[in-house]
C-alpha cells in the first residue's frame, strides 16, 4: 500500500492567482475526492472523481475544479483566489465497491494573502 | 440537510481514564458512520467505521463506537486513553456506499493530562 501524496505541502499565492494541487492516489483506487479544511474547522466536501469524471461536488463554485487521470493522480484547480480559500486542502481515494472509508492524504496548506 | 454534530469543542481527560466523545447525526436513511483522528498539521486516519450489521464496531488504537439509531449518536469509546491519543477527532457520515462525500462534524479536541 503506497498511500496518498499530495504536493506540494505548504503553498504561498496571491488573492486573485491560480493555483494547482497535486495528489498520487494508492494504485486501483478509481475514486478521489477533494476537501477543505479551514482553521478549526471539519473537512468540508469539494468534489468527487470516479474514473476521471465528476460525479459529486459540494457547494463550491466553479473556480473550484478538478482532473483525475488514469495512473491515479489528480489534481485541484483554484481560479482567482480569494482570502478565505486559505486552508489545508485534502485529498482522499477509495476503491469503489469496497465501501466508503477513505485514505486520506496529509494535504497542502494553501495561504492566500 | 445531512449534518454532523459534535457537541464537545474540547475535552481533557487523565492518562488512564476512560474516554467517550459524542457525535449526532442528521439523515434519513441508513448512515454510513466514521471516525477519523487528526494530529496537528496531518492528514485524516480512519479509526473504524459502521455500515450495518453489529452496532459496536472496533477500530484501530483500542477505540470502539456504538451506533444507536434511535438516538442518531455514534459515540467513540476508549476504556484507557494514553497521552499519544491527544488529537482532533472527526465523526462523519457518507451518503451512500460509493462514498459520495462524507459530512464532517466540526471535530472534539482532545487534550490529556498526566
Known amino acids: 500500500e503506497t498511500g496518498v501524496t499530495q504536493s506540494p505541502t505548504h503553498l504561498i499565492k496571491t488573492r486573485g492567482q491560480q493555483v494547482t494541487l497535486r495528489c498520487s492516489s494508492q494504485s486501483g483506487h478509481n475514486t478521489v475526492s477533494w476537501y477543505q479544511q479551514a482553521l478549526g474547522q471539519g473537512p468540508q466536501f469539494i468534489f468527487q472523481?470516479?474514473?476521471?469524471?465528476?460525479?459529486g461536488r459540494g457547494n463550491f463554485p466553479p473556480r473550484f475544479s478538478g482532473l483525475q487521470f488514469p495512473n491515479y493522480s489528480s489534481e485541484l484547480n483554484v481560479n482567482a483566489l480569494e482570502l478565505d480559500d486559505s486552508a489545508l486542502y485534502l485529498c482522499a481515494s477509495s476503491l469503489a465497491g469496497q465501501g466508503p472509508g477513505y485514505t486520506f492524504g496529509s494535504g497542502t496548506r494553501l495561504t492566500v494573502v | 440537510a445531512q449534518s454532523v454534530t459534535q457537541p464537545d469543542i474540547h475535552i481533557t481527560v487523565s492518562e488512564g481514564a476512560s474516554l467517550e466523545l459524542r457525535c449526532n447525526y442528521s439523515y434519513g436513511a441508513t448512515p454510513y458512520l466514521f471516525w477519523y483522528v487528526q494530529s496537528p498539521g496531518q492528514g485524516l486516519q480512519l479509526l473504524l467505521k459502521?455500515?450495518?450489521?453489529?452496532?459496536l464496531v472496533q477500530g484501530i488504537k483500542g477505540f470502539e463506537a456504538e451506533f444507536k439509531r434511535s438516538q442518531s449518536s455514534f459515540n467513540l469509546r476508549k476504556p484507557s486513553v494514553h497521552w499519544s491519543d491527544a488529537a482532533e477527532y472527526f465523526c462523519a457520515v457518507g451518503l451512500n456506499q460509493a462514498g459520495t462525500a462524507l459530512i464532517f462534524g466540526k471535530g472534539t479536541t482532545l487534550s490529556v493530562s498526566s
Open positions: 459502521y455500515f450495518s450489521g453489529d452496532t
Open positions: 472523481y470516479y474514473r476521471e469524471e465528476e460525479n
